[in-house]
């Protein structure tokens, strides 16, 4: 169990244990949530990856993305078609 004294202004100084767990570096935000009537702190960056993920679950397959290498040649296929809409009007 990790302590922290709040401060007059409500700060605290996060336990440096936590801090490596949370994987929490020096200008990172931290969130806090409310969950079973606890409050939870998280990285807020992990808690946004986490969102971008579900929001994104079921694309892949969609897609008909199966594995890594199907990924790289639609991002090379719509880079092509970009820079063919791009250079277009230059012919």
Known sequence: MELAKVTVRGQITIPKEIRKKLN??????????????KIIIENSAMVALREVQYAFKGEAE???????????????EVRREMWKESHADHD
Request: proline content about 0%; hydrophobic content about 40%.
């Open 24 to 37: 929490i570096k020096d200008g990172d935000k931290v969130v806090f949530l409310e969950e079973n009537g």
């Open 62 to 76: 969609r897609l008909g993305l199966k594995n890594e290498q199907d990924l790289v040649d639609m991002v090379k």
